[in-house]
């Protein structure tokens, strides 16, 4: 892609837009209890004059970086929103240091939309510098983890304690581990048998291809219809089944809960997979095979040492679309009794807990972009390989 | 007429077209030729100002471009490119249409103009006219371009490698095709090119560009005989050059003419209308050192000899 | 008639899904005796706190209020980025709707709670938002796939840059974006069946009055109409998709 020689406008509008929202809207905002209403604390009042001035002229030099050069120079930009970046922990333990003394042991501060929105546009600034500077999408996942990191330490640190997303964290820990594991089992279990039996069934579609048209077209079907709806269906045979025979019950298999859950993720992800798969092993070139061939290799040879290396960084891509799909429907699969972070979403939206949603979404969003992150760069691994 | 007079483009730093002058007359075919990036496909655009030139102006028949509205200079300018452009969505007869349409010609007229169009291109309007550009060869693509350029009947077309992307055979039917065209409706027409074989057969006039810059412009037989620098001579072909030059010239310049009607015969002939480098070619063939030439119908009206190609002035 | 000559069947598709999903929302109140076998147990076994066509249509219309915000923000942002004076926001726009397809759609209908609260409202919000990403990502590739000689040969032929974009670029982007539209469809009928959970009124609600109340019957009521409705609409759509028009190879 060209990019034009001439100043940049997409940082200095986001820079702008950041700095109307944290100065309009509330940076955080303290409750004296979990029951007490909270009242919101804007930048000035959170921070103090010295800090919300420094925030304030970080955004604008960002802008003007941005604006005034003929060419602009990346570098220095990046730089300073890693700053903004890195500040906002601190600027929350700041805040909290000013305002929540030994007479408030049951305060909880709320991080405030002026703070999420300074996040949010702090991660389209990154955004827009990686594409500018032509980095991989690996390294946006870097700065998150370094983000996450110094989350950690600082609440480690006890320094975010009254931080109510913290708290709430810190009264469910043992279901917070338990939540994590079992929405990680889930998705594990889903992608490694869809993995299993699509990788199976693409095979097959190799061999009969006049299947093929018919198998995906079954998939997709299956695809289409939303999740609540399928969860709903298998509840009242497997339940049937589970009243019919009493050896299921003791495996836990019954109308709600893994079984039914199971089921429809692995449903739902046969599909990216067997197509990716199918497209993978059917466009290595002609020419490779037929070479393969010519020399000797035999078909099993052929198949392990040139069609599949070569497909592979297609089936990891499928791999990646189907864990994406896996994390966020194991969500919903909380609905049906399936445990994993929905829970908390589900509990939150019950209790009008606004914190617990949040306990529960983050970590799934986080879940998300970590499984993206982490097949992109499987699959660049492949594919630089393969072009080796 | 086109004129361009010290036109240049920067494009930032780089000097695509640096200070040219060139005037195109009325009915010529003016042929820009050079190697990639000499800037004679920018100078082509910026005729219909699909690039807008730096510095210098561009005058077609006597008015500044720049005084014309765009859209309207580029209606009035017939346009055709290398990879066609045609529309895929839209039938053959409804690519034609595009220019008298966005000139709004009624519907009838455009109609006639599109029929009469693709029997100038040798495109039978009931097999091609409801077709789609997929479903059409190469050759036949880069018809429907040509005919599409001379839909609202423009004075000027420019034309960028139209032929670059076709295979030598069809290539040539479609030169032939654009001489024949050309003679019949004398338009004043600018064709860039880098194929200098190309452009030796197609033009008045031959512009050799250079980084830029116009290194010489003459008609391709003043071409051939004197090349102003060693580049102009590579372009030539550098030691193919004298075939070239022989396939400028008709047979019949350099034959002798019989005057008594001979009868038809047989054995190595060649047509009155065939250029020398065919003839030579035909006398390597057959190691023989004079040909007899026939006219269209086979009757022989005259001899050529090889001293007379080795002794023609040069 | 096999299921496979079935799935390759025509026109007549989509109308037959309508005509299920219309007689299964009005007719499925009168099995009582069917669900009655399902949960004997229970006091009531059809779902009665609305009708299933009164649910039905309010899921539609938050779905087709949001496809119709959606498809419009969406193509308008792929059509502005795509133009020279746009050009500068291309790189993030094309980056954010990729990356923000990885979120799952349920933590975007949650997390519309805490910024604004429970109801209709939030969760056409959520759906506004989530849906627009692959309507946005469709059209940025349909309208970047085209090939710069037919823009260029647009231009050249004197055509304004608005009847180049009428004209040529949206026509030949149409099947893509079409193919967005889809996909975002199926995401926000089943995002939109979830919104029951933050009070909108969908046909979500028997399915979680029925997960509540530990009733089968409910849940399966749901599930049918649910299901019912995504694969009428989709199969709508892929309908539509095939009558864009085409390169004239596809016919």
Redesign the interface.
């Given at each position: 892609?060209s990019l034009?020689l001439r100043s940049?406008?997409?940082i200095p509008l986001l820079a702008l837009l950041a700095l109307a929202l944290l100065w309009c809207l509330d940076f955080v905002s303290i409750q004296p209890n979990r029951i007490a209403p909270g009242s919101g604390l804007g930048l000035l009042a959170a921070l103090g004059p010295v800090w919300a001035l420094l925030l304030t002229g970080l955004l604008l030099a960002c802008g003007l970086l941005a604006l005034w050069s003929p060419r602009p120079t990346y570098g220095p930009i990046l730089a300073l929103v890693w700053l903004l970046l890195l500040q906002l922990p601190a600027s929350l333990a700041w805040s909290i240091e000013r305002h929540i003394g030994a007479d408030l042991p049951y305060a909880r501060v709320g991080i405030g939309?002026g703070c999420w929105s300074l996040l949010f546009l702090l991660g389209?600034l990154l955004?827009?510098l990686?594409?500018?500077l032509g980095l991989s999408?690996v390294w946006?996942l870097g700065s998150a983890v370094v983000l996450a990191l110094l989350l950690g330490w600082l609440a480690g640190q006890g320094w975010l304690e009254p931080l109510a997303l913290l708290r709430e964290y810190q009264s469910r820990r043992s279901q917070f581990a338990a939540a994590l594991s079992s929405h990680l089992a889930l998705v594990g279990a889903a992608v490694g048998a869809s993995l299993l039996f699509g990788g199976a069934i693409a095979l097959l579609l190799q061999r009969y291809p006049r299947a093929h048209?018919?198998s995906i077209?079954?998939l997709s079907?299956i695809?289409?219809?939303?999740?609540?709806?399928?969860?709903?269906?298998l509840?009242?045979p497997l339940?049937y089944l589970s009243a019919q025979f009493p050896a299921l019950q003791q495996l836990n298999i019954r109308?709600?809960g893994w079984a039914p859950a199971l089921l429809a993720l692995i449903a739902y992800s046969l599909l990216p997979i067997v197509r990716n798969t199918c497209v993978a092993l059917q466009e290595v070139e002609a020419g490779v095979i037929e070479s393969a061939r010519g020399m000797g290799m035999s078909p099993a040879q052929v198949f392990l040492q040139v069609r599949l290396p070569l497909a592979m960084p297609l089936i990891i891509e499928g791999v990646r679309v189907t864990s994406?799909q896996a994390?966020?429907?194991t969500?919903?699969a909380a609905?049906?009794g399936a445990g994993g972070f929905?829970t908390f979403?589900?509990q939150?939206?019950g209790q009008?807990a606004?914190?617990l949603?949040?306990l529960?979404?983050?970590p799934?969003?986080v879940l998300?972009?970590l499984a993206?992150g982490l097949f992109s760069l499987l699959g660049e691994g492949f594919s630089s390989g393969a072009r080796r | 007429m086109i004129e361009l007079r010290n036109v240049s483009k920067l494009f930032g730093q780089t000097r695509a077209v640096d200070a040219i002058s060139l005037s195109v007359q009325t009915g010529e075919l003016c042929v820009l030729i050079g190697t990639s990036g000499c800037g004679k496909s920018t100078t082509l655009r910026m005729i219909?100002r699909?690039i807008a030139h730096s510095a210098g102006s561009i005058r077609i028949d006597g008015r500044d471009i720049e005084q014309i509205d765009?859209?309207?200079?580029?209606?009035?300018?017939g346009?055709a490119?290398?990879?066609?452009?045609?529309?895929?969505?839209w039938?053959v007869a409804r690519n034609i249409a595009?220019?008298p349409r966005?000139l709004g010609w009624p519907a009838a007229r455009i109609r006639r103009r599109v029929e009469e169009l693709l029997h100038l291109l040798d495109l039978a309007p009931a097999e091609f006219a409801a077709?789609?550009?997929?479903?059409l060869s190469g050759g036949q693509a880069q018809r429907v371009?040509v005919a599409?350029a001379l839909a609202g009947d423009p004075d000027i077309l420019?034309m960028d490698e139209p032929f670059g992307a076709l295979d030598p055979i069809t290539r040539e039917s479609l030169q032939n095709e654009l001489l024949r065209i050309q003679a019949q409706l004398r338009k004043t027409i600018v064709f860039v090119t880098h194929d200098m074989d190309e452009a030796l057969k197609l033009a008045n006039r031959i512009v050799v560009m250079d980084k830029g810059r116009i290194v010489q412009q003459d008609s391709p037989q003043a071409l051939l005989a004197k090349p102003a620098n060693a580049f102009v001579e590579n372009l030539l072909g550098g030691q193919e050059r004298g075939l070239k030059q022989a396939g400028l010239l008709r047979v019949a310049t350099l034959m002798q003419v019989l005057t008594t009607a001979a009868a038809p015969l047989a054995g190595p002939r060649i047509k009155a209308t065939d250029n020398l480098r065919q003839a030579l070619s035909l006398m390597l063939w057959h190691r023989c050192s004079s040909l007899p030439v026939v006219d269209e119908q086979g009757r022989q009206v005259g001899v050529l000899r090889l001293d007379a190609l080795l002794d023609r002035p040069r | 008639m096999s299921?496979?000559a079935l799935?390759?069947s025509d026109a007549w598709q989509p109308l037959l899904w309508l005509a299920l999903l219309l007689t299964a929302a009005l007719g499925l109140g009168e099995l009582d005796g069917l669900f009655r076998l399902?949960e004997p147990d229970s006091r009531t076994v059809i779902y009665g706190r609305a009708a299933f066509i009164d649910l039905l249509g309010s899921h539609l219309l938050l779905v087709a209020l949001a496809a119709c915000v959606s498809s419009l923000v969406g193509v308008g942002a792929a059509i502005m980025v795509t133009r020279r004076w746009g050009?500068?926001?291309l790189?993030?726009v094309s980056?954010?709707a990729s990356?923000g397809q990885?979120?799952?759609?349920?933590?975007v209908l949650?997390?519309a709670?805490?910024?604004l609260g429970?109801g209709n409202g939030p969760t056409l919000f959520a759906l506004i938002l989530y849906g627009l990403l692959p309507i946005l990502r469709n059209s940025l590739a349909g309208l970047r796939s085209i090939?710069p000689?037919?823009?260029?040969?647009?231009?050249?032929?004197?055509?304004?840059p608005l009847?180049v974009l009428c004209q040529?670029e949206l026509?030949?982007a149409l099947n893509v974006i079409l193919a967005g539209i889809r996909t975002s469809l199926?995401i926000n009928?089943?995002t939109a069946?979830?919104g029951s959970?933050?009070g909108a009124s969908t046909l979500?609600d028997p399915?979680?009055s029925?997960?509540v109340t530990g009733n089968?019957a409910f849940?399966?009521q749901?599930?049918?109409l649910?299901?019912l409705l995504?694969?009428a609409v989709?199969s709508l759509f892929e309908q539509l998709q095939r009558r864009a028009?085409?390169?004239?190879?596809a016919k």
């Amino acid at each position: 892609m060209s990019l034009p020689l001439r100043s940049n406008r997409v940082i200095p509008l986001l820079a702008l837009l950041a700095l109307a929202l944290l100065w309009c809207l509330d940076f955080v905002s303290i409750q004296p209890n979990r029951i007490a209403p909270g009242s919101g604390l804007g930048l000035l009042a959170a921070l103090g004059p010295v800090w919300a001035l420094l925030l304030t002229g970080l955004l604008l030099a960002c802008g003007l970086l941005a604006l005034w050069s003929p060419r602009p120079t990346y570098g220095p930009i990046l730089a300073l929103v890693w700053l903004l970046l890195l500040q906002l922990p601190a600027s929350l333990a700041w805040s909290i240091e000013r305002h929540i003394g030994a007479d408030l042991p049951y305060a909880r501060v709320g991080i405030g939309a002026g703070c999420w929105s300074l996040l949010f546009l702090l991660g389209l600034l990154l955004i827009e510098l990686q594409q500018r500077l032509g980095l991989s999408r690996v390294w946006l996942l870097g700065s998150a983890v370094v983000l996450a990191l110094l989350l950690g330490w600082l609440a480690g640190q006890g320094w975010l304690e009254p931080l109510a997303l913290l708290r709430e964290y810190q009264s469910r820990r043992s279901q917070f581990a338990a939540a994590l594991s079992s929405h990680l089992a889930l998705v594990g279990a889903a992608v490694g048998a869809s993995l299993l039996f699509g990788g199976a069934i693409a095979l097959l579609l190799q061999r009969y291809p006049r299947a093929h048209k018919g198998s995906i077209g079954l998939l997709s079907f299956i695809q289409t219809i939303p999740s609540l709806a399928l969860f709903g269906l298998l509840i009242a045979p497997l339940s049937y089944l589970s009243a019919q025979f009493p050896a299921l019950q003791q495996l836990n298999i019954r109308g709600i809960g893994w079984a039914p859950a199971l089921l429809a993720l692995i449903a739902y992800s046969l599909l990216p997979i067997v197509r990716n798969t199918c497209v993978a092993l059917q466009e290595v070139e002609a020419g490779v095979i037929e070479s393969a061939r010519g020399m000797g290799m035999s078909p099993a040879q052929v198949f392990l040492q040139v069609r599949l290396p070569l497909a592979m960084p297609l089936i990891i891509e499928g791999v990646r679309v189907t864990s994406i799909q896996a994390i966020g429907l194991t969500a919903v699969a909380a609905l049906i009794g399936a445990g994993g972070f929905g829970t908390f979403i589900f509990q939150g939206l019950g209790q009008s807990a606004m914190d617990l949603i949040i306990l529960g979404a983050l970590p799934i969003i986080v879940l998300a972009l970590l499984a993206d992150g982490l097949f992109s760069l499987l699959g660049e691994g492949f594919s630089s390989g393969a072009r080796r | 007429m086109i004129e361009l007079r010290n036109v240049s483009k920067l494009f930032g730093q780089t000097r695509a077209v640096d200070a040219i002058s060139l005037s195109v007359q009325t009915g010529e075919l003016c042929v820009l030729i050079g190697t990639s990036g000499c800037g004679k496909s920018t100078t082509l655009r910026m005729i219909n100002r699909l690039i807008a030139h730096s510095a210098g102006s561009i005058r077609i028949d006597g008015r500044d471009i720049e005084q014309i509205d765009p859209q309207q200079l580029r209606r009035g300018i017939g346009y055709a490119i290398q990879n066609t452009g045609l529309f895929p969505h839209w039938t053959v007869a409804r690519n034609i249409a595009v220019v008298p349409r966005l000139l709004g010609w009624p519907a009838a007229r455009i109609r006639r103009r599109v029929e009469e169009l693709l029997h100038l291109l040798d495109l039978a309007p009931a097999e091609f006219a409801a077709k789609y550009p997929s479903q059409l060869s190469g050759g036949q693509a880069q018809r429907v371009g040509v005919a599409r350029a001379l839909a609202g009947d423009p004075d000027i077309l420019l034309m960028d490698e139209p032929f670059g992307a076709l295979d030598p055979i069809t290539r040539e039917s479609l030169q032939n095709e654009l001489l024949r065209i050309q003679a019949q409706l004398r338009k004043t027409i600018v064709f860039v090119t880098h194929d200098m074989d190309e452009a030796l057969k197609l033009a008045n006039r031959i512009v050799v560009m250079d980084k830029g810059r116009i290194v010489q412009q003459d008609s391709p037989q003043a071409l051939l005989a004197k090349p102003a620098n060693a580049f102009v001579e590579n372009l030539l072909g550098g030691q193919e050059r004298g075939l070239k030059q022989a396939g400028l010239l008709r047979v019949a310049t350099l034959m002798q003419v019989l005057t008594t009607a001979a009868a038809p015969l047989a054995g190595p002939r060649i047509k009155a209308t065939d250029n020398l480098r065919q003839a030579l070619s035909l006398m390597l063939w057959h190691r023989c050192s004079s040909l007899p030439v026939v006219d269209e119908q086979g009757r022989q009206v005259g001899v050529l000899r090889l001293d007379a190609l080795l002794d023609r002035p040069r | 008639m096999s299921r496979r000559a079935l799935l390759r069947s025509d026109a007549w598709q989509p109308l037959l899904w309508l005509a299920l999903l219309l007689t299964a929302a009005l007719g499925l109140g009168e099995l009582d005796g069917l669900f009655r076998l399902l949960e004997p147990d229970s006091r009531t076994v059809i779902y009665g706190r609305a009708a299933f066509i009164d649910l039905l249509g309010s899921h539609l219309l938050l779905v087709a209020l949001a496809a119709c915000v959606s498809s419009l923000v969406g193509v308008g942002a792929a059509i502005m980025v795509t133009r020279r004076w746009g050009e500068d926001f291309l790189p993030l726009v094309s980056q954010v709707a990729s990356i923000g397809q990885t979120i799952p759609p349920v933590a975007v209908l949650a997390l519309a709670v805490p910024a604004l609260g429970f109801g209709n409202g939030p969760t056409l919000f959520a759906l506004i938002l989530y849906g627009l990403l692959p309507i946005l990502r469709n059209s940025l590739a349909g309208l970047r796939s085209i090939d710069p000689a037919v823009l260029e040969a647009a231009r050249g032929m004197g055509m304004a840059p608005l009847q180049v974009l009428c004209q040529v670029e949206l026509p030949l982007a149409l099947n893509v974006i079409l193919a967005g539209i889809r996909t975002s469809l199926t995401i926000n009928i089943a995002t939109a069946a979830i919104g029951s959970t933050i009070g909108a009124s969908t046909l979500g609600d028997p399915v979680i009055s029925g997960l509540v109340t530990g009733n089968t019957a409910f849940i399966l009521q749901g599930a049918i109409l649910i299901g019912l409705l995504a694969v009428a609409v989709d199969s709508l759509f892929e309908q539509l998709q095939r009558r864009a028009p085409g390169t004239g190879q596809a016919k």
